[in-house]
């Protein structure tokens, strides 16, 4: 069994909006930083015909940030993910039966109606957002996958789960770490090196090498590099991508090891399936933060 077998529609649904809004915040703040260094630089330039090049970048520019403010791509990003995210965690608990979802006597015995009250406490929580689907469009109940899975004995949910879930999931952290920290190191370097190639440009121009004010478009460029890390948010992001990749290696190693014939193997299991969506739930309550933060700036402007 798969994890696209298991989700329920309305994950599909809320994951494609966000990556909808990701391609687009991104593409967007892209081209809006591109067309200010342009704008800098032809605006830098000796002579009257430069001047126009430079008005019609930042013609550009201006259209690009009134569309942004309009459409607000990054509010579908984080939105999107938050609900996402919140709707995995809460499919993941129900069909391996972790935290309050093991079977009774331990735990509430209706596992579907707690599934149904937390779930629509999700869906109140983005009623009326980009990310809810249309009425009845997107099931957002218990699949057929869930109830399979969560009906199977314990040693074919912990397989399911260590390989759907915990190393997918693991090894995504893993790699977007490591991305992260090299755009990090990078967005570093040229936070050094720009400033410096300004100050030898200024020196050079000061002693008449040249006369293009090329410090107009060093520092543009420098500025766009300093937006462009902050918008993708390189340093935290490694480290909680990290943080998370060790948390469930930890966990992984502690599923792996457990003694399913022992009396209490479910409850254990429960837990550190628990512990598992936890870890995981830490990166999406960050979306969700800055899906708050991010609304109440609009409501402010």
């Not at 938050?82 to 093991?102: F, I, P």
């Not at 193997?265 to 512990?275: H, V």
């Amino acid at each position: 069994m798969s994890e696209r077998e298991l989700l329920p529609g309305f994950f599909w649904a809320a994951d494609s909006a966000s990556l909808k809004g990701q391609r687009r915040s991104v593409l967007l703040s892209a081209w809006e930083l591109a067309l200010l260094v342009v704008a800098a630089a032809t605006g830098s330039a000796d002579g009257e015909p430069w001047a126009w090049p430079a008005a019609v970048a930042y013609l550009g520019a201006i259209t690009l940030a009134v569309v942004i403010s309009r459409q607000n791509p990054q509010g579908l990003w984080y939105e999107g993910r938050a609900a996402a995210e919140s709707v995995k965690t809460l499919a993941w608990k129900y069909a391996v039966r972790a935290d309050a979802y093991r079977p009774p006597p331990r735990a509430l015995p209706d596992a579907e109606g707690l599934y149904r009250f937390q779930l629509g406490g999700v869906l109140d929580a983005f009623r009326g957002s980009r990310v809810m689907p249309e009425p009845e469009s997107e099931p957002v109940g218990i699949t057929e996958g869930m109830r399979e899975l969560r009906g199977r004995p314990l040693a074919v949910r912990r397989e399911v789960y260590l390989r759907e879930r915990i190393q997918v999931q693991h090894d995504w952290y893993r790699s977007k770490a490591r991305y992260c920290a090299r755009a990090g190191h990078w967005a570093g370097v040229l936070g050094v090196l720009l400033p410096a190639l300004g100050l030898v440009l200024a020196v050079l121009r000061a002693l008449g090498a040249f006369t293009y004010d090329a410090l107009g478009t060093v520092s543009a460029v420098a500025a766009s590099v300093t937006a462009w890390a902050q918008l993708r948010q390189y340093r935290p992001l490694a480290a909680a991508y990290a943080l998370a990749a060790d948390e469930l290696e930890l966990i992984r190693r502690q599923l792996t090891t457990l003694d399913l014939a022992s009396p209490d193997a479910e409850e254990l299991w429960a837990r550190l399936a628990r512990d598992a969506e936890d870890a995981v739930s830490r990166e999406h309550t960050t979306w969700q933060a800055r899906r708050e933060i991010r609304t109440t700036t609009d409501r402010e402007h």
